[in-house]
């Protein structure tokens, strides 16, 4: 009886919005609001990576290696910032830019502004 199967798991394909035509965000705002989207993820991947191996239980074997947390701090920081420059990375930056260009450039209804005072 063979017990492996195979899984095929397909990225979900988002719409795609390369440009805001209608920001009122320069060139060089937008580079600089996707940067900071960018390091938003890697901090959030970071502590994402350090509560999981929070979660791991420690060896009561042996001695404790000196300088070993700083290395596994110095290790998730790096990770986190490599996924994070990745394309998609955990695409939480894409969401944040997303959101933050299009709350700006839609209006809000008077109907709605006056539910939120």
């Not at 900071?36 to 009561?60: G, H, N």
């Not at 420059?85 to 209804?109: E, F, P």
Request: aromatic share 6%.
């Amino acid at each position: 009886m063979d017990m492996t199967t195979e899984i095929n798991i397909k990225p979900i394909q988002t719409e795609q919005k390369t440009d805001v035509k209608s920001s009122k965000y320069s060139e060089a705002e937008l580079k600089k609001l996707k940067k900071v989207c960018a390091d938003f993820e890697s901090i959030f991947t970071y502590q994402l990576l350090k509560t999981m191996r929070q979660s791991i239980p420690k060896s009561q074997m042996g001695m404790s290696n000196y300088g070993k947390d700083t290395y596994t701090t110095i290790v998730d920081q790096k990770m986190a910032e490599s996924i994070a420059a990745q394309d998609n990375g955990i695409g939480l930056k894409k969401v944040l830019y997303d959101q933050l260009t299009n709350s700006y450039n839609s209006k809000i209804s008077k109907e709605d502004s006056n539910k939120l005072k």
